[in-house]
């Protein structure tokens, strides 16, 4: 992890009623300005900061904090180092590779730790099991409701686990239902308990089961993105892969994790659904439609919402029979020609700047040069044969070929695009399958499919 790359906890004292505790953090290679402690919500209870540490970033310090919780409890903390721009905290920071990514990403979660207090308030009596309702099954997902007296904490086992190796999770004692998806066909049992925590442990009842059997029509299917006959454009936006069809309706799948979200309609105008729209990318959070004169046409993205289109002022974008790929870097529209020539647009607000060329080596002038896209400040060149070449950009200036050291990438017949968000390669599939290579600063990885 850039910013935070080791943390650890430990309780320092205990009174009648509450604990102190003393989390401590090494830093990575970039320094953020805030570290923060907090305790995650679930579906019905709030999540709980802790402590916002100040970091002075010329002497990488404090590395610890102490803060006092009430005990006994049980805590998942998470430690999340956070950047502040413009007096605020940032909702994105840049990894390794200068990229953009949530904030999320770059927390680490704690081991799970019970807080003591100096005295065992457990009571005396049995703890009355929970009594399981009803199960609403929904295509791909359940939801297990259930009925219990006041407990601290649930114990809750899915068999088999739709999440592997996740074992017995902890609820919290004020939910009273707990939603498990992306289920496959099959049959399940879901196991509950109830608990009271302790001093040294929980006193807790017994074992309660139910059977939950998922239908294959009420099975968990793998999303599939741009498959469809009508999906014209395929674009990456931040953690999201943007699917523009034929009449310029645009739909959205966030990517959490390993996972493929179900895709929803951004509300606003159409994009570039006119016979002219000859390119479209990504800039920041703008679309960019360049039409066939060179004009080029810009929408806002803002949360869920389409902003309406203006045109860019400035000189005309990849009018010329020879420009091959278009594509965005930074503050910079990218224009490379069959010969391998780079010229650059600078975007300046609303402005588009006269085109210039990039010193250095020819980019992608190869018959066998199957595919180009941007990660970070690198343009990744791909090969017939799986074979990635990267250029680093300075500047101005681009940087001599060098081939990443991995399995081959997009050699398949099937593969329709490739794509990039954050430091990973993806390949969509004529199908809408999602494979991912993560790429490191000289290798790609495996590729696996996205879920």
Not at 30 to 52: D, H, K, M, Y
Not at 76 to 82: E, F, I, T
Not at 283 to 300: M, P, Q, S, W
Request: hydrophobic share 40%; charged share 15%.
């Amino acid at each position: 992890m850039p910013y935070v790359t080791q943390v650890s906890q430990e309780q320092i004292a205990k009174d009648a009623s509450s604990g102190t505790l003393r989390v401590h953090w090494a830093f990575g290679n970039l320094i953020p300005n805030v570290i923060e402690i907090r305790q995650p919500g679930s579906t019905t209870t709030p999540a709980v900061l802790f402590a916002s540490v100040a970091i002075n970033t010329g002497t990488k310090t404090p590395t610890s904090v102490d803060f006092k919780v009430s005990a006994p409890q049980f805590l998942n903390l998470v430690v999340s180092p956070r950047i502040i721009k413009d007096g605020q905290l940032a909702d994105k920071m840049v990894d390794d590779f200068g990229s953009l990514q949530v904030w999320e990403s770059f927390s680490l979660q704690l081991a799970p730790f019970t807080v003591a207090a100096n005295q065992d308030p457990r009571p005396k009596q049995n703890v009355h099991a929970p009594k399981i309702g009803n199960v609403d099954i929904s295509q791909g997902m359940f939801t297990v409701h259930w009925e219990s007296p006041n407990v601290h904490h649930f114990n809750a086992t899915l068999v088999p686990s739709v999440i592997p190796f996740q074992g017995q999770v902890e609820l919290s004692g004020l939910d009273r239902s707990f939603t498990q998806d992306r289920v496959r066909e099959g049959h399940y049992i879901f196991s509950l308990q109830g608990c009271i925590s302790g001093l040294l442990k929980s006193i807790c009842s017994g074992w309660v089961q139910r059977e939950i059997v998922i239908p294959p029509h009420m099975a968990f299917q793998t999303l599939r993105v741009g498959a469809n006959a009508q999906d014209k454009w395929v674009l990456t936006m931040g953690n999201r892969i943007m699917v523009i069809v034929n009449d310029g309706r645009m739909f959205v799948h966030e990517i959490a994790n390993n996972n493929i979200g179900r895709p929803f309609r951004l509300v606003g105008p159409r994009v570039a659904a006119n016979p002219q729209d000859r390119r479209v990318v990504v800039n920041g959070n703008r679309i960019a439609v360049i039409l066939t004169n060179g004009d080029v046409f810009v929408h806002e993205i803002s949360g869920n919402n389409i902003g309406l289109p203006f045109k860019l002022v400035g000189p005309p974008v990849a009018t010329n029979s020879q420009d091959k790929w278009v594509l965005t870097l930074e503050d910079k529209i990218l224009v490379i020609v069959a010969d391998g020539r780079v010229f650059a647009h600078e975007v300046t607000s609303n402005n588009i700047g006269i085109p210039f060329q990039l010193v250095g080596p020819a980019v992608a002038k190869n018959g066998v040069d199957k595919w180009v896209v941007v990660m970070g400040n690198r343009i990744l060149v791909i090969t017939n044969n799986g074979g990635v070449f990267v250029h680093e950009i300075s500047g101005n200036t681009i940087g001599v070929p060098f081939q990443l050291v991995g399995p081959p990438v997009a050699t398949n017949s099937q593969d329709k695009l490739v794509l990039t968000i954050g430091n990973r390669i993806l390949v969509v599939t004529k199908d809408g399958g999602v494979f991912v290579h993560e790429i490191g600063p000289n290798t790609i990885g495996s590729a696996f499919k996205l879920g």
